[in-house]
């Protein structure tokens, strides 16, 4: 019998019903997709999880940790009644999370609340 995964994955979805993590995801090398999406399926099937695959970003977010060959890549996620939610996902080019790519993962996860 097959492992049951701890939580669905879900793409962000905007109004107009854009997902702005699946299009950055197409948008990348397939070599890329496929280890972030291995690291995804990773917390996916074994949440809880921690470091080095997820960190806390404290306001209820999470980073995905992915190092792909010459790179890292992030995707942040929230976690909402069983469902991890992907907000956002970026290319880390510094060795912090830039405010920019932190807020708009804010903002996002604020449209989440209000249209529940």
């Known amino acids: 019998m097959a492992e049951e995964p701890k939580l669905r994955v879900r793409f962000y979805r905007e109004g107009s019903g854009r997902e702005p993590v699946r299009e950055w995801l197409k948008s990348l090398p397939q070599a890329e ?64 999370i830039p405010p920019a790519d932190l807020n708009l993962a804010k903002r996002r996860v604020a449209k989440l609340k209000e249209a529940r």
């Open 33 to 96: 997709r496929r280890s972030i999406g291995a690291d995804i399926m990773t917390v996916q099937f074994r949440w809880p999880v921690g470091l080095p695959w997820v960190r806390a970003l404290g306001h209820g977010l999470w980073e995905v940790r992915s190092r792909l060959e010459n790179r890292i890549a992030r995707v942040i996620f929230v976690v909402v009644g069983g469902e991890m939610i992907l907000v956002h996902g970026f290319i880390k080019k510094t060795q912090r």
